[in-house]
């Protein structure tokens, strides 16, 4: 299996713009989950989905944030607009089981807003 | 939520074991006790995780203290590679609950 894959690995976009990120979670796995890390915060848990439904929400920051999962191997994060402040490396990860099992993550998308 | 409390930094040489702390004075019957690291770049990965009893993987051991308020990560022979950060965690098994990171501990291996 490649595991979790993201795209792209990095992205520098001007403050106002789309920025979308993508994510293949693990081919079976049923939870997929976003965080983000800062220096200043870690690593925090934006969203998380299951059986492709959205889950718990709290952790996104704003409006401006909106993830979906459309089907079982495709994710995206959505930030319209972008602002310097959500420069971050947003990881997915997927899991198989809720309560057992450990997730594995991508390798993460390095976002610099300009 | 149930918190851990980790050094902020460890050092080890190596090849030489290493024993990375983790105190969890209030965690709770269905508390399960897991650990991840980071290493420079790359996304957290699963160590291992654990309830009430030790666990070994091929990456390292889980030993729980009786009472349950604590866990050490045992890498047992630390090499270069195993330079990250490590995270210690608690997740609820009844609640739905989910991966929340602290700080961790990042461990520097001297060669």
């Known amino acids: 299996d490649a595991g979790v894959i993201q795209s792209p690995r990095h992205e520098v976009t001007e403050m106002g713009q789309e920025v979308t990120l993508r994510c293949k979670p693990i081919s079976g796995h049923d939870y997929l989950f976003w965080y983000r890390q800062t220096m200043m915060r870690g690593l925090e848990l934006l969203i998380y989905?299951?059986?492709?439904?959205?889950?718990?929400d709290s952790g996104m920051p704003e409006d401006r944030f909106s993830a979906k999962m459309p089907n079982a191997s495709f994710s995206t994060l959505k930030i319209q607009p972008s602002e310097p402040r959500d420069s971050a490396v947003y990881f997915c990860?997927?899991?198989?089981?809720?309560?057992?099992?450990?997730?594995?993550f991508g390798s993460g998308t390095r976002l610099t807003v300009v | 939520d149930a918190k851990t409390t980790q050094p902020n930094s460890m050092e080890s040489n190596e090849e030489e074991p290493v024993h990375l702390p983790c105190n969890h004075s209030?965690?709770?019957?269905?508390?399960?006790i897991h650990w991840y690291r980071q290493l420079p770049s790359q996304g957290p990965e699963y160590v291992i995780h654990g309830l009430t009893s030790n666990v070994n993987n091929r990456m390292a051991s889980l030993a729980i203290a009786e009472d349950r308020k604590s866990s050490t990560l045992i890498l047992h022979r630390a090499t270069l590679r195993d330079a990250a950060v490590y995270y210690c965690?608690?997740?609820?098994?009844?609640?739905?609950?989910?991966?929340?990171f602290g700080k961790g501990t990042r461990l520097h291996i001297l060669p």
């Open positions: 965690i608690l997740r609820d098994t009844v609640r739905d609950d989910k991966i929340i």
């Open positions: 989905f299951n059986n492709n439904v959205p889950i718990d």
């Open positions: 209030t965690i709770s019957g269905t508390d399960y």
């Open positions: 990860a997927s899991s198989l089981y809720w309560n057992t099992g450990g997730y594995t």
